[in-house]
C-alpha cells in the first residue's frame, strides 16, 4: 500500500477521533491528502473516490452518520457528523514504532 495513502487515512482517523460530535463537510477530508509529495499518485477524480470510500468504511462503523440537506442549502457536497467511537488511532508505543518503520 502506497504510503501516501496510509498517511491519509490516519489524518481522516486522527480528525475523527479528536473531533467527536462535530460536523464537517466531504472536501474536510479531501483536505487531508498530502499533495506535496504525492501529486502524480492520484488524480483529483481518484482523490474523490479514495475519499469516498474511506467515509463509507466509516459510515458502516458508525463513526460517521451522513445528515440530510435540507432543500434550502445549495451546497453539493455531503455533510457529516462524528458519532462518538472507540478510538480509531490507538495511541500506544507500539502503534508508534510501528507507524515510523512503515514512514
Known sequence: ???GYVHFIREIYTYCDKNV???ALFPVFVNFWDENGDVEYVSR????KLTSE???RLLDKKVLMEIPKDNKSHNPYGLYKILP???LMRYDEFVQKK???VL
Open 54 to 56: 474511506i467515509i463509507s
Open 85 to 87: 467511537h472507540e478510538n
Open 21 to 23: 460530535g462535530e460536523k
Open 99 to 101: 507507524s515510523k518503520l
Open 1 to 3: 500500500m502506497h504510503k
Open 45 to 48: 477524480k481518484n482523490l474523490a
